[in-house]
């Protein structure tokens, strides 16, 4: 693993005539969150049909697929595995049939005891299916005597340490939950359908809202349980109000730009990120600032405002590259990089060049893209990262590589950018990243950076 990977991404659509349809539209949107594999549980009348595969939303489903999965309530996921194999049986939504009728669940995080809480259950008796964290609630729920859903689920929630954003679908109800720290987006919408009224939506990004014509309303609450039935909007809470933990790299990296993410633009977030940057660490007389595509877009756009030096894309990405490539030979595999990133030679040929990315996890990358854009011509390269060092990897829903392989938590800040073979090397610095995000430093989660860790880890190794 070079970069970050991405995480999961949930949606759902209640009391909509094109509820499959929209929740396909809806994962299309959220794909940069997830990848393996994606799944669609529509609601009909009751009965629940299901559709899931490994691979992207546009591969998986067909229109034959679509119009098979009827009903006005859907719940779709797309999924990054970050506890469990990317294999079929883990991919979500999961299904089960209680003795309140069928569950569909949908999962965006990572529980922290997930491996206490399921060895706990093995010994008692419980068959597990996958290996992934999210069907330990399935098995929660199952063992609740409660038989009302929301209590059941208050009752659950409370044993569950980490990261969870989720949507579940009963036979007649759509159900969102944050966990108490609010680690992960979900939100709530309105999509105005034919004939007046409304469908209730919920999604982890609005992105996928402005795709289908919805009206972004609000956030779920950390600890709260939001669900919509026949009866109207619904909410309680499962536990009370405390700080919140905002994964801050949303605002960094993995939410897209245009999604509104705990209440701010991420495009203008990641702008004022290079804004800060570029004060922290100016280029005296530099020619061009070249971003990293694309993630390092809005960040060089905003370092380029702040230093009033030109911006330029002088690295283009091949856009059709898959997250895979297959090396025909073994003498082309030093062609990695550059079948996805091509730098101009026309941009950057004789230029002092300020090279601008997101982050910087093992630097193998990194000094890959610095050797092109030598080779391309560029007099000097100063590299400026617009985040922290990432010095611990993230347990809350995020795939990082251990402690060990994270290049700032082994290298000092001159042999780093020796490696990477760059003129000189600038991070933003923590305090200034919690000043361009805004709000309380204490709210957000940036455990990656300062290894605060807002939870225990129950055994989990850096």
Not at 250 to 258: G, K, L, Q, T, W
Request: glycine letters at 10%.
């Amino acid at each position: 693993m070079h970069h970050w990977k991405e995480e999961c991404a949930v949606f759902g659509a209640f009391n909509d005539p094109e509820a499959a349809r929209m929740t396909y539209l809806g994962l299309y949107a959220l794909q940069h969150r997830g990848q393996e594999s994606t799944g669609i549980v529509a609601n009909n009348e009751g009965q629940h049909l299901a559709h899931k595969g490994l691979g992207l939303v546009g591969d998986v489903y067909t229109e034959e697929d679509l119009l098979r999965l009827k009903g006005n309530m859907a719940l779709g996921h797309v999924r990054y595995s970050t506890t469990g194999q990317n294999l079929l049986e883990n991919a979500q939504p999961l299904t089960a049939v209680l003795s309140s009728g069928p569950l569909a669940l949908a999962h965006n995080g990572n529980i922290v005891n997930s491996s206490q809480l399921r060895q706990q259950m093995i010994h008692q008796g419980a068959i597990f299916q996958g290996s992934n964290d999210t069907e330990i609630l399935l098995h929660m729920i199952a063992r609740m005597p409660q038989q009302d859903m929301i209590q059941a689920l208050k009752s659950s929630l409370v044993q569950m340490q980490g990261a969870y954003s989720m949507a579940l679908m009963t036979q007649d109800r759509l159900i969102a939950i944050r966990d108490p720290l609010g680690f992960r987006p979900l939100v709530i919408g309105h999509r105005p359908i034919e004939g007046g009224g409304h469908s209730v939506v919920v999604a982890s990004e609005t992105c996928a809202f402005d795709l289908i014509g919805a009206k972004y309303i609000r956030e779920v609450e950390p600890g709260e349980i939001f669900w919509v039935d026949k009866d109207g909007e619904h909410s309680e809470r499962f536990s009370s109000k405390g700080h919140t933990k905002n994964c801050i790299f949303e605002h960094v990296y993995f939410a897209r730009p245009d999604s509104l993410v705990f209440g701010k633009n991420v495009y203008e977030t990641r702008k004022q990120l290079g804004r800060v940057l570029a004060q922290e660490f100016p280029v005296e007389d530099a020619d061009i600032v070249v971003p990293v595509p694309d993630s390092g877009v809005p960040a060089a756009i905003g370092y380029s405002q702040e230093s009033g030096v030109p911006f330029e894309l002088g690295i283009i990405r091949n856009h059709y590259v898959g997250r895979t490539f297959i090396q025909p030979s073994q003498s082309i595999r030093s062609f990695g990089v550059k079948i996805k990133l091509n730098p101009q030679r026309e941009v950057l040929e004789g230029k002092k060049v300020v090279v601008i990315d997101d982050s910087l996890v093992r630097g193998t990358t990194s000094q890959k893209i610095i050797s092109l854009l030598r080779q391309a011509g560029a007099k000097e390269i100063h590299f400026r990262v617009a985040s922290p060092p990432t010095r611990g990897p993230c347990f809350y829903g995020v795939d990082t590589p251990k402690k060990d392989q994270l290049i700032a938590s082994q290298k000092s800040l001159d042999e780093t950018r020796e490696f990477i073979h760059a003129d000189t090397l600038g991070y933003l610095s923590v305090e200034g990243m919690f000043n361009a995000v805004g709000g309380q430093p204490q709210s957000n989660c940036a455990a990656c950076f300062d290894l605060n860790y807002p939870t225990e880890l129950f055994g989990q190794t850096l």
